[in-house]
């Protein structure tokens, strides 16, 4: 199954994911921008086709950092729907024009659920930089490369759970990416995570 499409994983994404909550964040670094963070339950296996198989997420970033981001779009474009359509319900007292806002921007991003951003029971993280995968992706770029996010990116983690981030919008719309953030995609093509 590691060679399929990468549509196939999305769409499938798109139809079995379980949307576990939604909440607004407020930006620490700069005030009056604000975002949605989901989370979204897909189980072990689609997570790890998701994730780890070549013609996952990663394995777009993989590719080129161009690859990423086209990668990142096109999931946005398959779940975006359901997940304003799954408002009403999961983000009580979220402003719905925030919503729109934040997963429109073109930082928005899915990654693993850490244990760093906990912010109700259903969103508990399953990762952490103690997290030691058993598996190991070998790709002749992550596993040499001295780095601590090499080092993380080069596990296969076996997750169930995805963060969905939207950006950091104001009311204008103007977008706000955490200077450590800038360069996430080449983060991830270099060493599979940021």
């Given at each position: 199954?590691?060679?399929?499409?990468?549509?196939?994983?999305?769409?499938?994404?798109?139809?079995?994911?379980?949307?576990?909550?939604?909440?607004?964040?407020?930006?620490?670094?700069?005030?009056?921008?604000?975002?949605?963070?989901?989370?979204?339950?897909?189980?072990?296996?689609?997570?790890?086709?998701?994730?780890?198989?070549?013609?996952?997420?990663?394995?777009?970033?993989?590719?080129?950092?161009?690859?990423?981001?086209?990668?990142?779009?096109?999931?946005?474009?398959?779940?975006?729907?359901?997940?304003?359509?799954?408002?009403?319900?999961?983000?009580?007292?979220?402003?719905?024009?925030?919503?729109?806002?934040?997963?429109?921007?073109?930082?928005?991003?899915?990654?693993?659920?850490?244990?760093?951003?906990?912010?109700?029971?259903?969103?508990?993280?399953?990762w952490s930089t103690s997290h030691k995968s058993d598996l190991e992706i070998a790709n002749d770029r992550?596993?040499?490369?001295?780095?601590?996010?090499?080092?993380?990116?080069?596990?296969?983690?076996?997750?169930?759970?995805?963060?969905?981030?939207?950006?950091?919008?104001?009311?204008?719309?103007?977008?706000?990416?955490?200077?450590?953030?800038?360069?996430?995609?080449?983060?991830?093509?270099?060493?599979?995570?940021?």
């Amino acid at each position: 199954m590691s060679g399929v499409p990468f549509s196939y994983i999305v769409d499938r994404i798109r139809c079995e994911m379980n949307i576990l909550c939604c909440h607004p964040q407020d930006c620490d670094n700069s005030p009056g921008f604000a975002r949605v963070v989901y989370c979204a339950e897909i189980g072990e296996t689609l997570f790890d086709l998701f994730f780890n198989s070549a013609s996952g997420y990663r394995g777009a970033y993989f590719e080129s950092p161009e690859s990423g981001l086209a990668a990142n779009r096109q999931l946005f474009c398959a779940v975006k729907e359901k997940l304003l359509s799954g408002s009403s319900e999961h983000c009580k007292g979220v402003d719905s024009a925030l919503v729109r806002r934040s997963l429109s921007a073109p930082s928005a991003k899915t990654w693993v659920a850490e244990c760093t951003l906990e912010l109700c029971a259903s969103c508990s993280g399953e990762w952490s930089t103690s997290h030691k995968s058993d598996l190991e992706i070998a790709n002749d770029r992550w596993e040499i490369a001295n780095h601590t996010h090499a080092e993380w990116g080069r596990q296969a983690p076996r997750f169930r759970k995805l963060r969905i981030f939207g950006g950091f919008v104001n009311d204008a719309s103007d977008e706000y990416i955490a200077p450590h953030k800038v360069h996430r995609a080449n983060d991830i093509w270099q060493w599979g995570w940021s």
